[in-house]
C-alpha cells in the first residue's frame, strides 16, 4: 500500500520558475525522503529530512517537513529542463536500514 | 566507486514461468532492498536482505523470495508468475545506519 499522496500529480511550469510538490502520508515517521526517477528508470535519491527538523536545503532544493500536519513540501527553484521528471516522497519508520514507503510521484514537466 | 547493476535491463516471460533477477550493490555497502514498481505507481517495498539474512518484508507472497550473497549482491526470485507481475524491479543498496539508498537502473519484466 502507498504511504503516501504526493499532490499534484502533474505539474507543468516554464523553465526559470519554481515548482512546488507536496506529500502528505499517513503513520509516524523517523525520516522523509525525496527522490527522482527519469523516464521510470532507476530513482536518484534527493534529500533527506529527519522528523525532528522543519527545513532543509540542497542547492536549489528546499525541504519542509510539518509532523502535526503529516506533510511534506519539496521546492525546485529556478527549474531547468533536466529537472523534467517524476518525483517521490518516501517516508522512512526506522533510522538506518528500513523499508521505504513511497507515495504516487509527482509527474514534472519544465518546458523550455 | 560504481553504483548498484541491475540485470537483465528487460525481460519476456510467460505466466506460470520463473524467473530470477540480479543485482550488484554499490561498492562498501552490505544491505540490499527490492521494490516493485507497476506503471503509473511508486515503488512497493518486497523486502531486504542484510548480511545473508532477510530483514524485513513488505506485502508479497512467497513465491517471491531472495538471497543475499557473502559479496553482499543479491537475487530474486519469482515463481508461478502471474500477469500482475509486470513490473519494474528495482534493486537498492545502503550501508548500515546510513539511510542513504543507492537504487540500480532496474529490471523491466512483462508477463504475458
Known amino acids: 500500500s502507498q504511504q503516501g499522496e504526493e499532490d499534484p500529480q502533474a505539474l507543468s511550469i516554464q523553465e526559470g520558475e519554481n515548482a512546488t510538490m507536496n506529500c502528505s502520508y499517513k503513520?509516524?515517521?523517523?525520516?522523509l525522503q525525496w527522490y527522482r526517477q527519469n523516464s521510470g528508470r532507476g530513482l536518484v535519491h534527493l534529500i533527506l529530512?529527519?522528523?525532528?527538523?522543519r527545513e532543509k536545503h540542497s542547492g536549489r532544493l528546499r525541504v519542509t517537513l510539518d509532523t502535526s500536519k503529516k506533510s511534506s513540501s519539496l521546492l525546485i527553484t529556478a527549474s531547468r529542463a533536466a529537472d523534467t521528471a517524476s518525483y517521490f516522497c518516501?517516508?522512512?519508520?526506522?533510522?538506518?536500514?528500513?523499508?521505504?514507503?513511497f507515495g504516487t510521484g509527482t509527474r514534472l514537466t519544465i518546458i523550455p | 566507486e560504481t553504483g548498484v547493476t541491475q540485470s537483465p535491463t528487460h525481460l519476456i516471460k510467460t505466466r506460470g514461468q520463473q524467473v530470477t533477477l540480479r543485482c550488484s550493490s554499490q561498492?562498501?555497502?552490505?544491505?540490499v532492498s527490492w521494490y516493485q514498481q507497476a506503471l503509473g505507481q511508486g515503488p512497493q517495498f518486497i523486502f531486504q536482505?542484510?548480511?545473508?539474512?532477510?530483514?524485513g518484508r513488505g506485502n508479497f507472497p512467497p513465491r517471491f523470495s531472495g538471497l543475499q550473497f557473502p559479496n553482499y549482491s543479491s537475487e530474486l526470485n519469482v515463481n508461478a508468475l502471474e500477469l500482475d507481475d509486470s513490473a519494474l524491479y528495482l534493486c537498492?543498496?545502503?550501508?548500515?545506519?546510513?539511510?542513504?539508498?543507492?537504487f540500480g537502473s532496474g529490471t523491466r519484466l512483462t508477463v504475458v
Open positions: 529530512i529527519r522528523s525532528n527538523e
Open positions: 503513520t509516524s515517521i523517523n525520516n
Open positions: 537498492a543498496s545502503s550501508l548500515t545506519g546510513n539511510y542513504g539508498y543507492t
Open positions: 561498492s562498501g555497502h552490505n544491505t
Open positions: 518516501a517516508t522512512g519508520s526506522n533510522f538506518g536500514n528500513e523499508k521505504l514507503t
Open positions: 536482505y542484510y548480511r545473508e539474512e532477510e530483514n
